[in-house]
């Protein structure tokens, strides 16, 4: 191979993950970096190519006329507003929606720690989380 050719990598995105957009985008950062993909176009047409037509009409403004300059970001930060949820919904399940059910109680404070994403203070959160769980337990773990 001389210094002018270009080696092709390609590499098989799965389907968007529509309830945590965020870190489908994670898992695709570290494909990209392992098939060391760095320009923000390569992975824009890498993305775009995996998306389904239901998606895809969805972006279709940022589809049909892609920015120049990074339009992987734009395209990141676009995908990922769609599929995120609001933050009065991610408040909402956290203070009324929530329940132990048939999880470990560190499953339900993991989830209930993502939901508040850093807008409720961990007192808060510990008191939420107390609440939910069943009374024999919550007299352990109050103090």
């Known amino acids: 191979m001389t210094d002018q050719e270009v080696a092709k990598v390609s590499i098989k995105l799965p389907p968007l993950w529509k309830d945590n957009a965020e870190i489908w985008f994670t898992n ?27 998606i895809s009409s969805m972006i279709s403004d940022v589809l049909k006329k892609p920015p120049a300059d990074d339009p992987y970001t734009v395209l990141k930060t676009r995908l ?9 919904v991610r408040i909402r399940t956290l203070l009324s929606d929530l329940s132990l059910g048939d999880q470990k109680p560190s499953q339900l404070l ?34």
């Open 28 to 54: 695709l950062e570290s494909q990209f970096a392992i098939a060391g993909i760095t320009a923000s176009r390569t992975k824009f047409h890498y993305i775009v190519a995996s998306l389904d037509s239901e």
């Open 80 to 88: 990922i507003s769609q599929f995120s949820e609001s933050e009065n």
């Open 110 to 143: 993991h989830k209930m720690t993502l939901l508040a994403a850093d807008k409720i203070s961990d007192d808060v959160l510990r008191l939420l989380w107390l609440q939910r769980l069943p009374l024999s337990t919550q007299v352990l773990w109050r103090p």
